[in-house]
């Protein structure tokens, strides 16, 4: 059960870390930009295409490197009709068939699929198709990987979690 426990710890400060201080800090960075954008736009009767996709590139890392944040504080979108009235260890065997079932093979196939389409975009220096866009597409989509592995590695807190609630039961 110790072993289990740094298991969790490390998965959790990973994720803890990142939600608090890194997706915060885009987070601002993406409302300032977002402000420049229409002050420029308004003001200046102008606007860059650079600054226009950096914002969607600020929103997807908000959303892709916030996922496993939202997890970890079980703020995620969740059908709990029948979920909320069962009791804890109901909740976590749901909770495991879950992570096992469904949680850790989509995150695997999004893993599986998406690294190569990285290191494609990579090795052919992909950059926006826009002139005077972002030159390094490849780092946008690397998010994607990046986001999917922060979901699983919670995924591994998660099922460990829960699991340990099962096992205590089982001991009694």
């Given at each position: 059960?110790?072993w289990m426990k740094k298991i969790i710890t490390f998965c959790d400060t990973i994720?803890?870390?990142?939600?608090?201080?890194?997706?915060?800090?885009?987070?601002?960075?993406?409302?300032?930009?977002?402000?420049?954008?229409?002050?420029?736009r308004y003001a200046f009767n102008t606007s860059f295409v650079f600054m226009?996709?950096?914002?969607?590139?600020?929103?997807?890392?908000?959303?892709?490197?916030?996922?496993?944040?939202?997890?970890?504080?079980?703020?995620?979108?969740?059908?709990?009709?029948?979920?909320?009235?069962?009791?804890?260890?109901?909740?976590?065997?749901?909770?495991?068939?879950?992570?096992?079932?469904?949680?850790?093979?989509?995150?695997?196939?999004?893993?599986?699929?998406?690294?190569?389409?990285?290191?494609?975009?990579?090795?052919?220096?992909?950059?926006?198709?826009?002139?005077?866009?972002?030159?390094?597409?490849?780092?946008?989509?690397?998010?994607?990987?990046?986001?999917?592995?922060?979901?699983?590695?919670?995924?591994?807190?998660?099922?460990?979690?829960?699991?340990?609630?099962?096992?205590?039961?089982?001991?009694?």
């Open positions: 059960m110790h994720n803890e870390w990142i939600g608090t201080y890194l997706v915060c800090a885009i987070v601002f960075a993406f409302i300032a930009i977002i402000f420049g954008n229409v002050i420029m226009a996709e950096l914002e969607w590139h600020l929103f997807a890392m908000i959303f892709l490197l916030g996922a496993g944040y939202t997890l970890l504080h079980d703020r995620h979108v969740r059908v709990d009709i029948f979920y909320s009235t069962m009791g804890r260890r109901k909740k976590a065997l749901i909770n495991c068939i879950g992570v096992v079932f469904l949680l850790v093979p989509s995150c695997a196939l999004v893993l599986y699929t998406s690294i190569p389409w990285v290191i494609s975009a990579y090795q052919v220096g992909e950059v926006s198709i826009d002139p005077g866009g972002i030159p390094a597409r490849f780092a946008i989509k690397a998010m994607l990987p990046v986001g999917y592995g922060l979901i699983l590695l919670q995924g591994v807190s998660m099922f460990l979690s829960n699991l340990m609630i099962l096992l205590e039961g089982a001991a009694e």
